[in-house]
T-cell receptor
Framework: DVKVTQSSRYLVKRTGEKVFLECVQD?????MFWYRQDPGLGLRLIYFSYDVKMKEKGDIPEGYSVSREKKERFSLILESASTNQTSMYLC????????????????FGPGTRLTVT | SQQGEEDPQALSIQEGENATMNCSYK?????LQWYRQNSGRGLVHLIL?????REKHSGRLRVTLDTSKKSSSLLITASRAADTASYFCATGRYGNKLVFGAGTILRVKS
């Protein structure tokens, strides 16, 4: 069965702390994604990776960085957490749609609800 | 950049009734997907329809796509209390990323 796991379901951090959110998938997917979800705004893409050590900025990358050292693991880093980064963070993975292929569904982890105080 | 917009924002129906949710988008797409999210959890993929398809079925779900109107609808027939969730449409262009809408909250009363 397809599985995406995230390191924490709930996390509380203080302003200015460095925060690591980890995501692991066991499906050998090339693509991995980090989203944040806020009420009324849906999911917004923070960063995307299509291969080990490769990354692309999404719509809202400011204040975040990512690391992908192994194919199955994609980490989201908040260098200096701020209160406006309080949110639900969702990780997802999918197969890689090469030129001419038409896209694949994404598989999501359970989410990490991060509160920054 | 939010491409898909779901309508209505919230929907409340009785068990056994049908639920219809709509999604409109702005630019050309390669595929459109629907996802479900139970309260406070991750999203679950429901169905994917490609730009050259007009209708797709999966169990009690029926999805239509009208590329000329840039819209899609998700129909859930004979709804159950367990269908209570948020439903999101997501549009895919050429490439691997999806753009999600803000979602429709469906409540099915038993």
């Amino acid at each position: 069965d397809v599985k995406v796991t995230q390191s924490s379901r709930y996390l509380v951090k203080r302003t200015g702390e460095k925060v690591f959110l980890e995501c692991v998938q066991d499906m050998d997917h090339e693509n991995m994604f980090w989203y944040r979800q806020d009420p009324g705004l849906g999911l917004r893409l923070i960063y995307f990776s299509y291969d080990v050590k490769m990354k692309e900025k999404g719509d809202i990358p400011e204040g975040y960085s990512v690391s992908r050292e192994k194919k199955e693991r994609f980490s989201l880093i908040l260098e200096s957490a701020s209160t406006n980064q309080t949110s639900m963070y969702l990780c997802a993975s999918s197969l890689y749609g090469r030129a001419g292929r038409r896209g694949y569904e994404q598989y999501f982890g359970p989410g990490t609800r991060l509160t920054v105080t | 950049s939010q491409q898909g917009e779901e309508d209505p924002q919230a929907l409340s129906i009785q068990e056994g009734e049908n639920a219809t949710m709509n999604c409109s988008y702005k630019t050309s797409i390669n595929n459109l997907q629907w996802y479900r999210q139970n309260s406070g959890r991750g999203l679950v993929h429901l169905i994917l329809i490609r730009s050259n398809e007009r209708e797709k079925h999966s169990g009690r779900l029926r999805v239509t796509l009208d590329t000329s109107k840039k819209s899609s609808s998700l129909l859930i027939t004979a709804s159950r209390a367990a269908d209570t969730a948020s439903y999101f449409c997501a549009t895919g262009r050429y490439g691997n990323k999806l753009v999600f809408g803000a979602g429709t909250i469906l409540r099915v009363k038993s």
